[in-house]
C-alpha cells in the first residue's frame, strides 16, 4: 500500500546535527513533490520545505532557510531533510508529506520525534 | 509568511452541524483556490479531508465539505458523530510558492 516511513529522529544537543529519511513505498516515487512538515508539542502543523518530483525546485520557510537541506533520491524512493544548528525550538515530530497538487498533501508518514535538548 | 487564523474550538452535539473557519491574506486563500482541510487525531498523523477549497478525497464522508469567501475558507462538518472529535487544520498555498497552516481547532462533540 502507499506509505511514507520516517527515521533519524532522536536527542540532540543545541547546535548539532541530524538527518532525517523518508522512506516511500506504494506508488512512484519520482512523479510526486515531497514536503517535511513539523509539529511542536502541544502545537499546530508547521510547513517546512518542499522539493519538486526530479529535486530542481526547492522551497524552504523562513525559520530553516540556511540551516535545512532537503533533498531526495528517487532511485532509493527516499526523501531526506539535513538539520544543522539545531534549536530548542526545533523539537517536533517531524513528518513527510506527498503533494497531490499546489500546496495539498494527501498522504503522511507516521512521523518521527526530534528532541533538541543538552 | 503569518499562520492562518482558526477558531482555538468549536463544539457540537451529535447530529449538529458546526463550521470551522480559515482566515488568511490575498498572500495565499485570498488568490488560490488551494485551500486544504486536514483532520487529526491525538497521536496520529494528519489526514487529508478537504483539497482545492470543496473537493473530497475518495474515502472521506460527505458530511464534510469545504467552501471559500474571499480570503476566508470554511470547512463544515455536518451530522456531527463522535469520531470527528480532533484537531482540525486548514493549509493554503501562498503567492511565496510556500505552504501555510492555520493554527488548528480542536473539535469537541458534546
Known amino acids: 500500500q502507499v506509505q511514507l516511513v520516517e527515521s533519524g529522529g532522536g536527542l540532540v544537543k543545541p547546535g548539532g546535527s541530524l538527518r532525517l529519511s523518508c522512506a516511500a513505498s506504494?506508488?512512484?516515487?519520482?512523479?510526486?513533490?515531497m514536503s517535511w512538515i513539523r509539529q511542536a508539542p502541544g502545537n499546530g502543523l508547521e510547513w517546512l520545505s518542499y522539493?519538486?518530483?526530479?529535486?530542481?525546485?526547492?522551497f524552504y520557510e523562513d525559520s530553516v532557510k540556511g540551516r535545512f537541506t532537503i533533498s531526495r533520491d528517487n532511485a532509493k524512493k527516499s526523501l531526506y531533510l539535513e538539520m544543522n544548528s539545531l534549536r530548542a525550538e526545533d523539537t517536533a515530530v517531524y513528518y513527510c508529506?506527498?503533494?497531490?497538487?499546489?500546496?495539498?498533501?494527501?498522504?503522511w508518514g507516521q512521523g518521527t520525534m526530534v528532541t533538541v535538548s543538552s | 509568511q503569518s499562520a492562518l487564523t482558526q477558531p482555538a474550538s468549536v463544539s457540537g452535539s451529535p447530529g449538529q452541524s458546526i463550521t470551522i473557519s480559515c482566515t488568511g491574506t490575498s498572500n495565499d486563500i485570498g488568490t488560490y483556490n488551494y485551500v486544504s482541510w486536514y483532520q487529526q487525531h491525538p497521536g496520529k498523523a494528519p489526514k487529508l479531508m478537504i483539497y482545492?477549497?470543496?473537493n473530497r478525497p475518495s474515502g472521506v464522508s460527505s458530511r464534510f465539505s469545504g467552501s471559500k469567501s474571499g480570503d476566508t475558507a470554511s470547512l463544515t462538518i455536518s451530522g456531527l458523530q463522535a469520531e470527528d472529535e480532533a484537531d482540525y487544520y486548514c493549509?493554503?498555498?501562498?503567492?511565496?510558492?510556500?505552504?501555510?497552516f492555520g493554527g488548528g481547532t480542536k473539535v469537541t462533540v458534546l
Open positions: 508529506a506527498r503533494h497531490s497538487g499546489w500546496g495539498t498533501f494527501d498522504i
Open positions: 482545492e477549497v470543496s
Open positions: 522539493i519538486s518530483s526530479r529535486g530542481h525546485t526547492i
Open positions: 506504494g506508488f512512484t516515487f519520482s512523479d510526486y513533490f
Open positions: 493549509s493554503s498555498y501562498t503567492i511565496s510558492s510556500t505552504s501555510v
